[in-house]
């Protein structure tokens, strides 16, 4: 988490260094200041394997619209309003058995990762649709500290050693693009029906998926304008939000590094053969959201069914904060 802050603390003294941006007036750019941590771990279902635990740190601030490497993410046709963010992510994994201290040949291979992902979302209130393109840059490997965090944390909440962790991917980078388009399907007062389809070209994860979302109960409308959501950060009357989301996506995985290793490398002592990964993989989420004066919190089940020969469907738990300022 020491790093996530510090990458953080880089990234605003950069941005204080670069130039203006370039004003759109087809394009108008966002007001939102937004910051979002959350903190994920199958510790939720009393389980520890496969995923096991991952973190965020997003921010979403207009000053990002200043950095160069803007013009590498697609913008959304005019009239839309623009956002940029970053966001920095670690995530871990382990085979079933974490006591093994010798490779469980079948099972998945311990894993962790670091990155960072540079965004740009395109929100079209009138046209209800948004698309999203991110440029993701780091690493997967033993410098994102996934050995040392999960020993860390089981010796304090007293849980077993993990003791397989020499055996995980070895370092290599991370490079990718991401592309999403989310469309509003149907509208009521109480709930709505989006739909989305996603793709991925990267080192780390390589797929293309398509998914619907359901959100119902007391909610500002998912593509009203940013302005005036922020516009509810500023005052104490902004009304308060409660409501539930679901999802079910499909995914078509081409590449998987924390199966199958970096293609990058070949030094790492023990990874799945291209066979044995699964080509189709749902996902499944369900979670409640409490939010107010600019302030939201969220709790959130993901279900994801086997990503390997012989695996199992796995489940986790997943915590939310973000607060606007």
């Known amino acids: 988490m020491r790093l996530l802050l510090l990458l953080i603390l880089c990234l605003s003294g950069s941005i204080s260094r670069a130039a203006p941006a370039a004003v759109d007036t087809l394009r108008p750019l966002s007001p ?3 910051l979002t941590y959350t903190y994920a771990n199958d510790l939720f279902f009393r389980t520890d394997y496969y995923f096991t635990q991952g973190m965020t740190l997003t921010l979403v601030h207009p000053a990002l619209a200043r950095l160069p490497v803007r013009h590498l993410l697609a913008a959304g046709p005019r009239g839309s309003t623009q956002q940029y963010g970053l966001t920095l992510r670690y995530d871990g994994f382990t085979p079933l058995r974490i006591q093994d201290a010798f490779i469980r040949v079948g099972d998945r ?3 962790a990762y670091l990155y960072g992902s540079f965004f740009r979302i395109s929100n079209q209130p009138r046209r209800h649709q948004r698309l999203t393109t991110a440029l993701e840059l780091g690493f997967i490997g033993p410098a994102a500290g996934g050995k040392e965090l999960q020993t ?37 007062r109480f709930a709505e029906v989006l739909g989305n389809a996603e793709a991925s070209l990267s080192t ?7 998914g619907l979302r359901l959100r119902a109960g007391k909610f500002r409308p998912f593509f009203a304008n940013p302005d005036a959501a922020m516009a509810g950060h500023r005052t104490e009357s902004s009304p308060w939000q409660l409501y539930g989301e679901a999802t079910l996506a499909g995914r078509l995985i081409g590449y998987d590094a924390t199966l199958q290793g970096s293609p990058f490398t070949n030094r790492d ?17 369900g979670g409640v959201v409490l939010a107010h004066g ?27 904060l973000t607060v606007g300022f």
């Open 269 to 285: 002592p023990y990874t799945l053969p291209a066979s044995d990964v699964r080509r189709a993989v749902l996902r499944s989420t």
């Open 32 to 34: 939102d200041r937004l």
């Open 204 to 210: 780390l994860y390589t797929y293309a998926g398509t």
């Open 152 to 188: 860390a944390i089981h010796r304090v909440t007293g849980n077993a050693e993990p003791r397989g962790w020499d055996y995980q991917i070895r370092n290599a980078p991370i490079i990718g693009y991401r592309v999403e388009v989310e469309q509003l399907m149907a509208a009521g």
């Open 294 to 320: 600019g302030v939201s919190f969220a709790a959130t089940a993901t279900w994801v069914s086997p990503e390997f020969a012989g695996g199992r469907s796995h489940r986790w738990g997943q915590l939310g």
């Open 109 to 111: 291979p311990y894993a």
